[in-house]
């Protein structure tokens, strides 16, 4: 039977649903009730502002975009989001999806920290942010009803979430501070690791091996 949330109906194809089966494998109740409700309120966005796009490919950017949190698929060596991201194209190129659809997905995961500059993007793409920024930031708080944002955390409840979200953040981080260069997890990093340095892009082009 197929499930619907708020109106969102979810996607039910066996890659949707083998995706959903991952996740729950390698994810805490936290990651995975997050990633449904960034699918159900980046649909909802979408909804509102009248876009066309691929559930599907929204469904496993959505459920995927933070999968570089967990301890199976989190490395030290580059971004988080990017290792989400790969391990999402890989998935997806099991299900013979390739080229611009696959490439979608890559980036609406791989920018989904990155302010503003996926909203002018395909809506598969902004769909994701807007569904982070909405259950994670609050943005776009009153562009959905209160009755579809009640639906939403009744469905996928949200317990402590500021504090336990933070503290995701933290731990799939801390390990690889130097990769919060330039983005908004520096913050997080600055709050919560005691002794950490952001990064000074300034100190950067002074330090550069240019003489001048």
Do not use: C
């Not at 301890?71 to 580059?78: N, S």
């Not at 989001?81 to 013979?96: P, S």
């Not at 942010?129 to 996928?156: K, P």
């Amino acid at each position: 039977m197929t499930e619907t949330i708020a109106g969102i109906r979810i996607p039910d194809s066996k890659m949707a649903k083998d995706a959903t089966e991952l996740l729950r494998e390698v994810a805490t109740e936290l990651v995975y009730d997050h990633s449904r409700r960034v699918f159900i309120f980046g649909s909802l966005r979408g909804q509102e502002q009248g876009l066309q796009y691929d559930p599907e490919l929204l469904y496993i950017g959505a459920m995927f975009h933070d999968l570089g949190l967990t301890d199976k698929y989190r490395r030290t060596d580059q971004r988080f989001e990017i290792d989400a991201a790969d391990e999402a194209r890989r998935f997806l190129g099991d299900y013979g999806i390739t080229g611009e659809a696959a490439d979608k997905v890559w980036s609406g995961i791989a920018l989904h920290t990155t302010p503003e500059i996926p909203l002018h993007m395909a809506p598969e793409i902004a769909l994701v942010t807007r569904g982070v920024e909405l259950d994670v930031l609050g943005l776009g708080y009153d562009a959905i009803t209160d009755e579809q944002r009640n639906a939403v955390v009744a469905a996928h409840p949200r317990p402590d979430f500021k504090n336990q979200i933070l503290a995701a953040f933290t731990n799939g981080l801390k390990d690889r501070p130097d990769t919060t260069f330039g983005n908004v997890k520096a913050d997080v990093l600055a709050h919560f690791v005691p002794g950490f340095t952001r990064g000074d892009f300034v100190e950067v082009i002074q330090g550069s091996a240019w003489a001048e």
